[in-house]
Structures are given as structure tokens and as C-alpha cells.
């Protein structure tokens, strides 16, 4: 075992030696700085590895003193991770700036190696006066190394940080002078003992000035305008070093000294400080339109974050190894941030567009390093989250989640506007680039690497195999971009049937909810990836993502704790925003899908913290959640599920995103995903709506809303599918609206209800399915959504035409398909419930449905075939053969709908007791309303279709064939080509009847809510007006305020 | 009249503030490198002051019977000042040397880059 | 607006510091102070207790403040290290007082520094004032020669191996006594106010005295040589 003293003595030796090294030539400065570092490696992570197996923390003395007379140090497990982290940061930083500047310079090499021995210092120390002298290295260091290769915008920002820099070190150093004064001691751990008997008048004036010393070192609002500066102005990969080794020892430093402030009146203030930095710095990021400057805002803010959380560490509410999860997530993703920002070297935003589109490595890097900044899973930075709220909601701090969480979505904001210009233009750019060194890597790989060790906590909440055997065969594929785009379809279908095969006859049944929602998804996904054999992907990386969120999506259901469901959740999220994008023009759909989705789960977030503070741990103890706590849970959670539902209010999103995302996934999207809401309605909302009901009595009743807006939704989608001229966007709108007949069902709160939602759950998928594959073969084979360019393919694509006439019938709801016994129940179940209106409501919608039905044949099967379609051919095989896959069931289900609602009605039944619906026979329902012979009906429908068709044929004139130029101007000018098309504008009249209602009124309130915060941020970021001068005002105004506040006490 | 260590608290305490505010209020680089120095001898003034006593001598032992008689020992230790702080200002004085070298050297790069020493030209960086 | 914002800022920041006056009065000594004269001299054996607390009790501080002094000499050389687009006109030859001056002065000001730091543990000083003596004698010579030549390698090896050998010293604590820096155990203490006693305390205190005139000599030589030299004009 090496002594810990050695991390410190060695670099420091190595420092003071290497301008007489360097007189060997450059190499050999290199070779003993990198070996410097990698001997800190080794020596860190074996301590590391030791404490981390129960050895005891090590107690440094020096002067051969104990302490509080000589200056003692310690490595427990927290030091150890932040040495480590800085000499791994210090390693990959000296390889990547090693190539950075044209003459190099070895001062740069002694000022790096210094820069990390001024920051373990800092982690080390348990002394006060040390502090500062360590505090002073890591600030010279900064602002010596700040000029590195940008010299003029180096120089402007690093002294800007100086002067606010050294200002705060006046404060420190005279906080740190008068504390000894008032203690006789610099000891940390003794002063604090001895500060709680010593608190005199005075003392709180001295922690003030401390305190903003502090603040200003930490970079935390009002004090963080030169930090930002740096980040602007300096070498990004200085920045990474300094995130890596200087930005965690200040914060480690100002965790150590909280132990000063417990009891005195400025634990408030650090609370406020550091939550009021998280939310305005990543405010203001929404504007920036530089990058290292928004990463800047971002760093600022994730300091505020853990600054925040100090105060609930002391206090025994958080953890601190939930700080450090953080800690190291921010310092990994962020570290690897910067040194892409250096790679593309691109500082305006815009200039982003198609970055690193010939690099896929350095993209997924990006990406991934994204998805962890903003606290995803199964990335540290998430569980680190989690575990923070849980101890929030736990300590009761209903607020601060709230507003914590609005601060973690404006990050969604900025971080994904970035990633959508990235995916901007992915084909555009592939200009000949620079060939990049290993060494300008190096980092970047080796961060987002060492990122997924949050994978382990990954599989221990999730606890299921399959998911985590699905989604690391998706990673494998993302990495394996070489296999051939349909050969990973293979791959997918193989693993999503293995899958299958392994859950069968344990979940695979129809015993209970998750059952269901599971064949629901490893069907649709068998059926995409069987149409993916036949069509290209639309990315390299698409298919093994597309894997990622079948396995995420496999946990979710299977998961019983709440933790495992979230976390399925947000990789759901994700990984479909991903596949979302990764159309040509899906970046900005999808920037907004991601950015609702995010919203959608901060909701959820926000609904299961107040189940946790109620002290439930799993998706079945929600039902033991009452009174208030029950009602708050239940509408976060409805609202979340609701949005991302598309509800109607929040439904902007979703037609872009249909209708932009891949041919390929939009089918997996409107018939999985949109239902997965609806689980989450159906297993967690429902589990607590019912004590929600009876606290509130009649007079309010929280469903009746919900059942409100699915009608909303269903009724507002139906109507807006009907003016639409792209075939998807058509489908897309009916989507949400069937989605929205489903929000219904459930909201009813009856067997009979459910019944009908958990039936159309089934439905929806089969036939919306087959309607979008159907379509896709289409607009493959055509070239086009547009209504206005297709027409005719009924010769040309007559299995296609079969599909969607198949999959219109059952989606209009009407006899004799299995759509009929979906709406036939719901009517039933809403009537049973007295929502009378609601009812009638829903009818008149049904009857617009069969207006954009209608379409879907008229247009693009029937009437005229284009002459550059006349050779056009029938879709591709694999696309042919997943559509009937999807039809048989529909057929099935039409003629025996009791195969499939027995089942339902029976696992409804563990929920309300039987339902009001009885069979009779094979194929006869009965309600208290009617009853319901689908045989019969089918017979009747035949028998009068087949007589109507024998009349047209009898009966009556002869059709005459026209041809396609059998067209009469009458003198007119021709307005555009697809104007003439016979089904362009079809449903003009209904339009202009319309008009009030469909004036867009909820996509203004968004774009409102966008442009006032934009608005906001953009007046609010000019609090940083560039000046230094201003800048050390703000720290006095700071000691007055928080002095005029705190002091009064 | 001097019993405490009014004059030397209140001195500090001017040198800071004159420091400080030609640090905020003199926008010419030098002047606020200046003013930093300024600010700095203040504090590093009080911290000497905090150790002082009045009465006392310089902590330094001038007899080796003091080595074996710890009585005489407690009875010298109430006639010298506080060590410490003595201690502390050089570190603090040898820093505050650091770091005005560096500002120094940064005007000298900064006026090579703009031509100018005037604070308010190097604002380009905001928002 | 914004001076008279600042001004009244400061002023008012001053008042509520002037609060702190009560605190700041004469007190007894803190016990790690009580700790540090009752015990100094039998621990370190060193007259200068103030010496004792640098080197020894608080001797990692001051390895920082080395280590603080030689960074900002980087950091200035790092800096620094461009030298366009500034001009300094060459400047007029120093008068013959100077020169003779600073030649005579040189020597007795480099002795004066190393008598400081070489007593630094028995009379006032140490190795920070003593190398800060002899950086001003190399500042003489450099107002006097503005053209003068420092020996950059010499200078260099000192600095390096005086800063080398205060780390070793540390190690050497470290093997000897298992502390970093310890005073017991390396070199007897030796007898009270003599030059060879105290220890470890003088041959750590030449060190940084070596090194810190080095350094403030290098110091002023990069500065001196921050800008390129324009053409004459008178």
C-alpha cells in the first residue's frame, strides 16, 4: 500500500523537476508527465478498490503532528473517487492538449501537472488554511493555463475570473483569519466543534464572508459571469481538465466546510443559491447560440445543483454517495462535451448542423454524453437524481422537487436543441475532415465508456434478464455499424422472438394487465422488424437502438419497484426520440417530442416522489396511498401519462413526430408506444384513483376530467385528420385521437370500461399497424405522403389496397371488423356511467372518422393512376407479409370477439369485480343495453354489400373509363399540378364550417409559453454584461443582500 | 488609550476598502492591479493584527532554561504574541506576490492584443 | 452610476466589517497557539517559533506556498511566452551611479539574503525573505544592465532541485517517521541556538530560500523580457 501523502509528493516532485527534464527534449517531458499521472491512477483506484472493500479511510498527519497542530489529510472513499477522477481527467487531458498548441511549451506541461496537485490537495485536506493555499494553487493554475492555445479570448476572460477570483480570495482569507481568531484553531473538524459553543455576534457576519468567497469560487449565480466567460473564451480541452480536477475539489472543498455553517442562519441561503443557480443558469442556456458558452451556463448550473443538495447531505436526508453519482456523471459527460466542442472546433450552434456525420463513434459519444448531462438512464447522473428526490420527497420538500424538476427540463431544452442540429442535415455534410489523432479521442471514448457503469444499477432495478440481455444486443448493433441494415432487422426479429419464447407461458398470457401490454409490444416489434427486412434503415445505428427500446420497454412491464418502471420509461423515451430523429427531416419532431416527453416524465417523476414520500416502494403499494397524497399522485401521474399520450392540449408534438419518424418506426410508435401511457394510466393511476374519488366526493371527481380530455382528444385528432393531405399525418392525427377513445375507456373507472379500453388497446394496435406498414410500402414504392401524388395504385399495389381497406373498416368502427365491438362496448360502458353527453360526443366523432377513413382509399387507391406510377410494383415482400400478420387477428377477433375480450373481462375482474357484459354462446354479447352477435352482423353486412354490389353492377348506366389528361380547363388558368389532383383539398367546405375550432389555438399557447421564456432568458442573461468591474460589484452587493437577510434574523 | 488594536483593525480595514474600490472604480489595468496589492496588504495587516497583543515580544525564545523549566515556560508563553498569524501572512504575502506577477504578466499580454489598458474594452464576452 | 453604486457598496461593506473590530480584539492565545509556544521548543529545538510553525507544524503549507510562488512563475513565463505585437522602446543606458552602485551592492545583498535564510530558525526571516533579498540584489543588476544575460540553465537547476529537494525532505519524514515533513528522527535536533540545530528546520528553510530567489530572479527576467525589442529612437 502506497501512502496517500505520495498522490500529492510525487506530482508535485515531477513539477518541480520537468523544466530540467525538458532540457532531454519534449518526448521525455511527456513520457514522465504521463507517467506521473498513470502512477496517480494506479495509486488512486488500488485505494479506491480498497476502500470501496471496507479498509479503513486513511489519516494523513504531516509534521509528524496530529492534528489540529499539524496539518492532517484524508482518503476516505469520496476523496478516493475525486483523486481518481482528476488524475484520469489530468491523463486524457494531457494526451488530448498534447497536440493542441504548435510549439508547445513546458511551462503548459508544469502548470497541468500542478493544476492536479493543487486540486487533491483540496480534496485531502481537512485544514483551513490549507484550504486557501490549495484554493490559490487551483486558481493560478487556471488562470495561467486559461491562455492555452486561444490566446486574446483566453486573456479577456481569464483575467475577468482573476479579478472576480482574487476578490473572492480576499473574502476567504478573511473569513479563514477571523474564524481562526474566533475558534484558535484551523483544523476543519475542530473548528466546527468548536464554532457551534463559540457562535458570537460576529460569526455569522464571518461564515457570510466565507460564504461568498465561496460562491464565487463554486461559480454559482450572481458570481458565475467570468466562469461562463472562461468556458467561452478558453481551450475547451483546458476546460475539461479544469472540470475534471479544479471544478470538483472547489465543490468537494465547499462540501467540507458545510460542517462550519450547520446550525447558523446561512444554510437557507446555500440552499437558495444553489437552487436559484441550477434554474437561471440553465434559463439563460436556452438562448445561448454558442456552444462552449452553453456548456458554460450548464456547468454553472449542475454546480448549483450539488451545491443545493449539500445542505440535505448534512442534514442526513440525501446520501452522499447520491452527490457523488453526480459529481461523477457531470464530470464525465461534461469533460467529454468539451473535448467534442474542441474536436469539431465549431463555436456558433447553427455551425453544428451534421457534426461528426462521417465519425458514427464520436456521434454516439455526443449522444450519449447528452443523454447523461441531462440525467438519463442508465447513466449515473440519473440514479444520482433519483435517489436526491427520493430523499426530498422524503424529507418533505414538495417545492423544491417541483422546481428542481423545471430546472432538469429546461435542460431538455438546450441540450436537445443542440442534438437536434446535429441530426440537421446528417446527410447534408460529409465534407473532407481533418484526420483525427487517437490521442484527441481518447477521452471522449473513454468517458462515455466509463458513463455506462450506471449500468449495474440498471440491472438491479430492473432485476429482468431479457430487458438487459435485448438492450445490450442493441448496444452491440449500435457499435456494429457495418452489419447491413436488414441483416440487424434479422438480428432484431431473432432477439425480440427469442424474448417471446423465454416470457411465454409466465407473462405471455392474458392473465393480467402487463401480460397483455407485453404481447402487445413483442408482437408489434416482431412485426416491424419482419417489415424491416424489406425496407433500408434509415440509420446505421437504428436497428440496435430500436432494440434498446424493446428491452427498456420489456423492464418497465416486468419491473414490480417504481424505481425499475421510471427507469424503463425515461430509456423509452429516449431511445424513440432517437429513432424519431433518424429520419431526414425528423430532427426537429423529434427535438419535440423529446422536449413533451420530457415534460411527460418530470410528471410522472413528480407523482411517484409523492408515492415515495408516502413511503411506497412498488407499482402494487401504490393502492395504500390516501388523502391527499393519493390525489396529488394520481394527477401528476394522469397528466404525465396524459401528455405523453398526446393528449389533446398537449398534442402538438405528435403529428410531426408521426409523421416525420421513419416509414419503419411509425408503425411501432402509434401501435406500442402510444399505448405504454396508457399502461402507466392502467397499472399506476388506476392503483390510486380510487381512494382519490372518495376523499373528494362527488362534487369533483378527478376521472370525470380525464375522461374529458380523452373525449377531447379523440373528438379534436378526429377532426384535424380529416383536412390533412399527407397520408401519414392523417394517421398520425387518428392516432391520437383512437389513443384518445382509449384515455376514455379507462377514465369510465368500470369493468365494462375497461373492458372496451383494454380491447381497443389490442385493436388499435392490429389495425393502425396495418395501416401505416400499408402506407409505408406506398410512399416507398410512390416516393411521396402527399395525397395529391398518389391515386390509382389499386392496379398497381392491390395486396396494400386489401390491407388498408381492411384496417379502414376496422378503424372506423364499423361493422362487421372487430373495430365495431371496441366502440360498441365503450358506448355501452360511458352510457352505464350516466355520461350521457360524453357519449353522444363521442358518436358524432365516430361519424367524422369515416371522412378521413374514407380518404385513405379514395385517394390514394382509387380514381386515376398517375402515369409516372405506371410502374410502380407492389411493396416489398417482408412488408406484404408483416401487414396480413396484422390482418389474421383482425379477422379473428371480428368473428370471435370473445377470444379476446373473455380474457380482458376476466383480468378486469381482479380490479372491479365482473363486469355488467355476458356471453352467450360463442359469439353473442350482452349488456344491460343490448346485445351484440358478431356472426350475425358479419352476415348481415356481406349479404348487403354483396347485394349493393350486384345492383351498381345491374342496375343503372355503365361507368365510362376516362383517361388521365380527360381533364376541361374552360379557358382557366391551371393552378399548380397538385391542385388539379381530384383529392386535393376534399373536404375544403367542412374546413371553412370549422374554421374557430381548428385555428391552431393550443400550438399558439405553446409557441407563447417558448417565446416568454425565451424572452425571459434572453432579458435575464444581460445580467452578465461582460464587465469585470460589474462583475466584483455583484460580490458586494451579494455580502450586502444576503448580509441584510440573514443578519436580521 | 491603545489597549486594543483599534488603529490597526481600522488601518486594515481602510487599506481594503481604498484597495477595493480602486479595483471597482479605476478602470485602468494597472491601477486595479494596484489596487489589489492595495487590498491585500490590508488583509494581510489584520491578520497580523488578530495575533497581537499588546505588551508582548515577537515569538521568538531567547533562553535555553525555557527547554527543561516548563513553569517559566507558561509564565513567557502570557508574554508572547500569537505565532500563528505570523505564520499565516507569509504565506499569504508570498501568494498575494503570485498572483500580482500574474496579473502583471496578463496586462502586458492583454495591452500587446488590444492596445489599450482601459477595463470596459475587454467586455466582449457577455451574455 | 456604476462607481457611485460601487462606492456606496464598499462603504457600506466596510461599516458592517468594522462590526467585526470586537472580535478582532486582544484575546488569550487559541489553544493550538498555547500548544505551539508551550511545546515548540522541546519539539523543534528552534528559537524562532514562527520558523517552527512554517517548516514544521504547518510545513505543508508553506511546500503549497513553493509550490504557489513557482506556478505563478510559470504561469507568468506560460503567459508570456508570445511576445508579439508589443514594442517597447529600447531604453537609455542606466546612469554610472546605478551601475556602480548595484555593482557594489550585489554581493553584500546576495550574503545579507543567504545569512537570513540560513538563521531563519533562530533569528527573524527564513528562506521567503531571504530569497526575496537576493532576487532584489539580481534586480539591481538587471536596472543596471538592462541588456544583462541571467545564467537561464543554472538558474533553472537550482530552482528545479531546491523545489526537488524540500519534497524529498517531506518523503524522507514520510520513510523515516511515517508523516510527511516530520522533524524527528532525520537529523538530531542539536543544541538550542545554534546555526546546525533545530533539525530538519534549516536544511528545508536554505531550500526554499534557494528556490524562492531563484525563482523571483527568473520571474524578473521573463518579465523583463516580456516584450520584443523596438528600433532605438533616441
Known sequence: MVSPMLLIAVPLAVAFLLPVIDHLGRTATRVVHLATLAFGIVVAGDWLYRLAGGAATAEILTGGWPPPFGINLRLGTAEAVLVLLAYLTAFVAALYLADREEESNVRGTVIQTVLVVGAIGLIMTRDLFNTFVFLEISGIGTYALVVFGREKSGLEAGFKYMVLGSVASIFVLLGVAFLYKLTGTLNLDDMAGKLSQAMVAGSGLILLLLLVGMIAELKLFPLNGPAIDLYDGAEPGVMALLVGTTVNAVFYTFAKMTALYEGSQWVEAITVVGMLTFVIANLFAIRQKKVRRMLGYSSSAQLGLLVFLLPFVRSGEILASTVGLLVVNHTLAKAALLWLAGIEGNEELDGWRGAFATRPLLRVGLVVAVLAMVGLPPFPGFWGKWHALVGLARGGHPWWITILLLGSLLEFVYYFGWLRRVFDGIQERAEALRPLKWTEVAGVVGFTVLLFFGVRMLGEAWGSVAALALAAVGVVLVLASVIPGRMQAAVVLLAVAATAWRLWGTQLVLSDFRGLILTVVLFGAMVVSLAGLGLPAPRKSYWGVFLILVGSIVAMIETTSLLGFFAGWEIMTWSSYLLVSSSQKGSRPAFLYMVFSGGAGFLVLGGLMVALGGGVQTLAGLTTLTGAAALSAWALLAAGFAVKAAAWGAHIWAPDAYAESPDLFTPFLSGVISKLPIFGLGVVAAAIAAPAISYLGRAFDPTHILAWVGGLTAFGMTLLAVFQEDAKRLLAYSSVGQVGYIILGLAVMSPLGWTAALYHVVNHLLFKGLLFLAVAGVIYRVGSRQFSSMGGLIKRMPFSFVSVLIGIIALAGVPPLSGFAGKWLLYEALMERGWLLLTAFMMFSSVIAFLYCFRLIHSIFLGQLKTVHRDVREAPWPLITAQYLLVIPILVLSVRPRWLLDPLQRLVADRFGSSTLQAVGDNTLVSSFGYFNAIAILVLVIVLFVGLLIFLLTAGPRAKKVGPLDIVYAGEVPPPPEELHYAWAFFRPYQRAFQPVLRGAVSAFWRDVADVSEAIADAGRRFYTGNAQTYVLYAFLLVLALAGIGLAR | MMAGNELYVATALGLIFIGLATVTIKRNLIKMVIGFSVADTGVNLLIVALGWFPNRTAPIIDDPSLLSDRATLAVRSAAIVDPVPQALVLTAIVIGVGVTALMLAYVIRLYATEGSLDVSRFGRMKW | ?234
Open chain 3, 1 to 234: 452610476m456604476k462607481q457611485i453604486v460601487s462606492f456606496l457598496a464598499l462603504a457600506t461593506l466596510a461599516v458592517l466589517l468594522w462590526n467585526l473590530a470586537p472580535i478582532a480584539m486582544p484575546s488569550d492565545l487559541g489553544p493550538v497557539a498555547s500548544h505551539y509556544v508551550s511545546h515548540g521548543l522541546q519539539e523543534n529545538r528552534g528559537s524562532n517559533l514562527v520558523t517552527s510553525v512554517v517548516v514544521n507544524y504547518r510545513g505543508f503549507d508553506t511546500l503549497g506556498e513553493v509550490t504557489v510562488l513557482f506556478l505563478s512563475v510559470s504561469g507568468v513565463g506560460f503567459v508570456l511566452r508570445r511576445r508579439s505585437g508589443l514594442k517597447v522602446h529600447r531604453q537609455r543606458p542606466a546612469s554610472e551611479i546605478i551601475t556602480t552602485g548595484a555593482r557594489m551592492l550585489f554581493a553584500p545583498t546576495v550574503l545579507f539574503g543567504a545569512y537570513i535564510f540560513v538563521h531563519g530558525h533562530l533569528t527573524p526571516g527564513g528562506g521567503f525573505q531571504g530569497g526575496a533579498v537576493v532576487a532584489s540584489a539580481v534586480l539591481l543588476l538587471i536596472l543596471a544592465d538592462r541588456d544583462l544575460v541571467l545564467p537561464h540553465a543554472a538558474l533553472g537547476w537550482l530552482e528545479s532541485l531546491s523545489g526537488f529537494g524540500f519534497v524529498l525532505a517531506g518523503v524522507v519524514g514520510l520513510v523515516v517517521s511515517g508523516s510527511f515533513l516530520a522533524n524527528h528522527g532525520i537529523i538530531p535536533l542539536g543544541t538550542w541556538n545554534r546555526l546546525l540545530s533545530a533539525g530538519i528546520i534549516p536544511v528545508i528553510y536554505v531550500l526554499i530560500g534557494l528556490k524562492v530567489g531563484s525563482e523571483l530572479a527568473a520571474l524578473l527576467d521573463v518579465m523583463v523580457h516580456a516584450a520584443d525589442e523596438g528600433e532605438a529612437h533616441s
